[in-house]
């Protein structure tokens, strides 16, 4: 399998896939109340056999080249994960997404594997432009955002229910052009 690192930290992004189901359902218990904060997954993942199958489908999504998903790890230990949730090649849009444990938060991980994810999709499955849909109220993921250059086009107010709430979901997103200057040095 391969690796990619992501720093000097002990940082690296490899694809997650169903048979490691049981690590992944371990990594989400220890995040599932921060990670749940503004991300559904942990009412998703909840047991082995829902944590199989969340893996499968992005297994099924990246035979059928419609999604990826990359864990991140921290010295060999699972502590997020970075995907495109919907990738259409023919359109060349994509939507990335991510998640932490909160003991790798503020670290620049999310960062650092995203762009890992970005210049594979830009630069090997020619996506054009990748969406990065996140609550307004989710301050750490917009500065992600920022971070790597995307622009905020709007807000789709109430539009997402969770949990019982109406949230604003902001809608951010980086095209070809832009990503590859922005990650042009100097």
């Not at 218990?29 to 829902?50: A, K």
């Not at 199958?53 to 080249?65: G, V």
């Not at 970075?82 to 960062?111: F, I, K, Y």
Request: proline share 4%; hydrophobic share 40%; glycine share 10%.
């Amino acid at each position: 399998m391969f690796a990619i690192p992501l720093g000097d930290d002990g940082a690296e992004l490899r694809p997650l896939e169903p048979w490691q189901a049981e690590e992944f359902l371990a990594h989400i218990d220890r995040g599932r109340e921060f990670i749940g904060r503004y991300n559904g997954l942990p009412d998703v993942v909840t047991d082995l056999e829902s944590s199989r199958a969340y893996l499968r489908s992005y297994a099924d999504k990246a035979a059928t080249d419609t999604g990826r998903i990359f864990g991140i790890r921290r010295h060999g230990v699972l502590v997020g994960a970075v995907l495109l949730r919907t990738m259409d090649v023919a359109q060349g849009v994509a939507e990335a997404g991510c998640w932490l444990e909160p003991s790798a938060a503020g670290r620049g991980l999310v960062t650092r594997a995203v762009r890992a994810v970005l210049d594979w999709a830009v630069g090997e499955r020619g996506i054009h432009r990748v969406e990065w849909w996140v609550s307004a109220e989710n301050a750490p993921s917009i500065a992600v955002a920022r971070r790597l250059g995307m622009t905020r086009e709007g807000v789709l107010r109430e539009s997402y229910l969770y949990r019982g709430e109406r949230h604003d979901m902001e809608i951010w997103s980086v095209l070809a052009p832009e990503w590859k200057a922005h990650r042009q040095p100097g």
